[in-house]
């Protein structure tokens, strides 16, 4: 089934009729934690707000994948309603396509390849910034470490570990085809397998593992205290939960794999650099051979 005819599967998810059913302050704004304008928020004073791709559009996305009237966010004074205006490509709120939908505080809102954290309260400036701060080390798209605070838990890491002669291990790996996935599919079909992936991979890993997106499709894994053959076996377990991996989008079943490189610290990387290049040499390594394997 296409994109165009999935709009009309859609669900209601929260009826018009229930909005006074809960109560919420008037005070309330959408901040933008993936896309164009990263951290810019927009206040939700209006009672109607238009987002689109049109250039007199309230909250303006240029972006193919958004219509140009896509959805209208109304503010009734006692909530904030969302309702998709018969959009192309739907309107995403917690990875559910909805039609009509009550916005709760901490509510994720996907508009194309664009999504907004939506924030109510009586403190809205205070969960602003603390936002604004969790950018800084979360990735908006995945909802795991972004590439930031990988670099500096990993050059933390290797000080402790030189310092006190422990062990450690970096796994890199990235998304075999990457571009034939967006080429194909299309771009909305490739960021859902790159937050899917994350979820996949976050419950499986140990609870001291550091798990980030490095860049684009390639991402990373941080294992203290783990010898390098005790690496390679969590790097095969990272590219068998991916084979395995069921990947669905819009009705569609997308094959994924990655290639996965393992590298161990020793005393001659003195700087993160080296110790990711060694990583990223096996992982080149991996795909050379033929992608969908391990190299360390």
Known sequence: MSVSDSASTKTVVTAISRIAERPMAQEACLVVIYGLDLGRLFTLQGQSIIVGRASKSDIHIDQESVSRSHCKIINTGTAVLLRDLGSTNGTYVNDELVDEYILRDGDLIKIGRCIFKFLTGNNIESAYHEEIYRLTTIDGLTQIYNRRYFLESLEREMSRALRYRRDLSLIM?????????????????????????????????????????????????????????????????????VERASFRFEDTDIPVTVSVGVASLSPDMQDADTFIGKSDECLYEAKRLGRNRVVG
Not at 196 to 223: M, T
């Open 173 to 241: 790996f990235d998304i075999d085809h990457f571009k034939q996935i967006n080429d194909t599919y299309g771009h909305l079909a490739g960021d859902y397998v790159l937050k899917h992936l994350a979820l996949v991979l976050r419950g499986r890993i140990r609870r001291e593992d550091i798990l980030a997106r490095y860049g684009g499709e390639e991402f990373a894994v941080i294992l203290p205290e783990i010898d390098n053959a005790n690496a390679l076996q969590t790097g095969e377990k990272v590219r068998s939960i």
